[in-house]
């Protein structure tokens, strides 16, 4: 008899879980950011030196930015003062020349002001959704109103030194046989830097037979270059003639 063959069983295939999928990850918006530099520089107030400040954007705009610069003590000033940049040439360094205000104070030997960097922009989608021709899309392009750049500190070396400029439309002061007055000095004076407050100048130092009219003058910082003309009178009453 034939021997019976035994029916093979099929082979069970495994059935494995679906592979995870891996969450996309969004990508980041990058953030605004104005580039300044240098972070110091000296500038004279006689404009022998100056200084030359390098501004840029540091990710695309979404529109158009204005980059203004001013001066927290208004001691300097900006030629241009203030640079517009777009997505074109927005990573590309634009200058500005920064020079010292000869503001005639004398405030020692150097004192100090502030760059103040600030930016504008309208932040207008639409305005980036019509640039076709940007290489990023608009998710990318950042808002840039009110971004501020790093502050730049400019040391001025000071050319102001206070004193007094004297000058005589006439230098003698006359008196006649008997002791009375005839002709008088005449003086000038000013001051040779603008004072913070008002300056008193007194006349002293005259001899028993000499008066200054007026005896003082109060010199207020506003008309610190304006002569005040004083004059000098001699003369010898009875009770102090020799």
Not at 27 to 40: E, F, N
Not at 50 to 79: C, I, N, Y
Not at 86 to 112: I, M, R, W, Y
Request: glycine share 8%.
């Amino acid at each position: 008899l034939p021997t019976a063959q035994p029916t093979p069983l099929p082979t069970a295939t495994p059935t494995l879980p679906p592979s995870p999928q891996p969450t996309p990850v969004p990508t980041a918006t990058p953030a605004a950011g104005v580039g300044v530099s240098p972070a110091s520089m000296l500038a004279s107030e006689d404009g022998a030196v100056g200084g030359v400040l390098s501004v840029w954007l540091t990710t695309e705009p979404l529109s158009p930015v204005t980059v203004h610069l001013s001066s927290r003590h208004g001691k300097l000033a900006f030629e241009p003062a203030s640079l517009v940049f777009s997505f074109v040439n927005f990573s590309t360094p634009q200058t500005a020349l920064v020079a010292a205000v000869d503001d005639k104070v004398d405030q020692g030997s150097a004192h100090q002001d502030t760059v103040i960097v600030r930016a504008t922009s309208d932040d207008d989608y639409e305005v980036c959704d019509r640039d076709l021709a940007r290489p990023q899309p608009c998710g990318q392009a950042v808002a840039y109103g009110g971004v501020r750049g790093a502050n730049v500190t400019v040391t001025i070396p000071d050319d102001d030194e206070a004193g007094l400029l004297v000058s005589a439309s006439e230098a003698n002061a006359t008196f006649d046989n008997f002791g009375d007055p005839r002709g008088a000095a005449v003086y000038s004076v000013r001051l040779q830097s603008q004072p913070t407050a008002p300056v008193v100048v007194a006349l002293t130092g005259l001899g028993p037979f000499a008066e200054a009219s007026p005896p003082s003058v109060t010199i207020e910082p506003a008309a610190w270059a304006d002569p005040v003309q004083v004059e000098v009178r001699a003369g010898a009453a009875t009770a102090r003639r020799p």
